[in-house]
């Protein structure tokens, strides 16, 4: 199925430094979602974001609605060993029930 | 945020049995619900989307006489799993919207692992 191009895949870190991941799509969407997975874990919803252009924090983590709707990137500052885990994006074309595209993932991993 | 729970959270069973694994959503009336299926170091891939009420629509690949889907209320929709084979072991993720919620925004089940042997 269709899917997003998320980058990067995977990512080496110190603690304290900040953190960017985005998507790109060729499709335009009217909902960005950023999701945080745990090994073993359902995701777990981080920011939602529903306007171009918009953009949201939630603490430490930054995302934004790109204006041209067929992007977005999440930023995570000074990052800390707990964030370590798998970051997808999601966008939505909202109508009635169609679901979710995914990217395939940002592995993050965070050394002390 | 809303909260969307899974039962069991992992399930051993033996080839050619059946398993079924429910979703939840607990805070809020979930109109739609999605099971996605995720093997390890991969994305989710959605295998299909329910209604309460109606028929589950399948992706494409999915085989609906397999994994059988029933939305039959607003707070419950259940994946079975029927005669399973060890190539059906994987991670089942359950999510769900509904109205109550932001409808664009949609949120995850913890995850049921299931190991046939």
């Known amino acids: 199925g269709q899917q997003l191009n998320q980058s990067p895949q995977s990512m080496f870190i110190q603690e304290g430094e900040d953190v960017s991941m985005n998507c790109t799509s060729s499709?335009?969407?009217?909902?960005w979602l950023w999701y945080k997975q745990d090994p073993g874990e359902g995701p777990v919803l981080l920011i939602a974001l529903y306007k171009a252009g918009e953009l949201t924090s939630n603490g430490r983590l930054t995302a934004q609605f790109g204006i041209t709707r067929k992007d977005s990137f999440l930023n995570i500052s000074a990052s800390i060993p707990s964030d370590v885990g798998i970051y997808f994006c999601?966008?939505?074309?909202?109508?009635?029930?169609?679901?979710?595209?995914f990217g395939k993932g940002t592995r993050l991993s965070v050394i002390a | 945020g809303a909260v969307v729970s899974q039962h069991p959270s992992w399930v051993i069973c033996k080839s050619g049995t059946s398993v079924k694994i429910e979703c939840r959503s607990l805070?809020?009336?979930?109109?739609?619900m999605f099971w996605y299926r995720q093997f390890p170091k991969q994305s989710l891939m959605l295998m299909a989307t329910s209604n309460e009420g109606s028929k589950a629509t399948y992706e494409q690949g999915v085989e609906k006489d397999k994994f059988l889907i029933n939305h039959a209320s607003l707070t419950l929709s259940t994946l079975t799993v029927t005669s399973a084979h060890p190539e059906d072991s994987s991670f089942y993720i359950c999510?769900?919207?509904?109205?109550?919620?932001?409808?664009?925004?949609?949120?995850f089940g913890p995850g049921t692992r299931l190991l046939v042997l």
């Open positions: 999510s769900a919207r509904g109205p109550g919620l932001t409808l664009e925004t949609q949120y």
């Open positions: 805070d809020f009336q979930a109109t739609t």
């Open positions: 499709s335009i969407f009217n909902t």
């Open positions: 999601a966008g939505l074309f909202f109508s009635g029930n169609t679901p979710l595209v």
